[in-house]
């Protein structure tokens, strides 16, 4: 009955091991030169000059949820054109309507100006 649950065991060992591993060999092994730069507070790229809990323009989070919104939308046409063969004229017919309907998304953002950053 346990040797069932061997590979399991051995499943969560091995994945313990490949995440462990790499975190005490990098403790070990990586010079340890710690220097101002190194050790300040990393956030946009910038020196931080105001409180952490400053208002971001809302911009920001327009052009965030964009880039997720399109990037979905190329994670759609991969299995799409795979099984294009499979699933004929239906399939084909299907996904232009979906890419017409995010085009025109996108032209109304375009005119907008929310892809504009001044």
């Avoid at 809302?58 to 294009?84: G, K, S």
Wanted: aromatic residues 18%; hydrophobic residues 60%; negative net charge.
């Amino acid at each position: 009955m346990l040797e069932n649950y061997f590979p399991v065991l051995l499943f969560i060992c091995v994945g313990l091991a490949v995440g462990v591993a790499p975190l005490v060999l990098g403790g070990l092994l990586a010079p340890h030169r710690p220097n101002s730069a190194k050790l300040s507070p990393y956030e946009c790229g910038f020196a931080a000059f105001e409180d952490a809990r400053m208002k971001f323009d809302v911009r920001y989070y327009l052009v965030a949820i964009l880039f997720i919104l399109f990037d979905l939308e190329i994670a759609f046409l991969f299995p799409w054109a795979v099984v294009l063969k499979e699933i004929g004229t239906f399939g084909f017919v299907s996904m232009m309507i979906f890419l017409a309907i995010l085009v025109v998304g996108f032209i109304y953002e375009w005119k907008k100006g929310a892809l504009e950053w001044e």
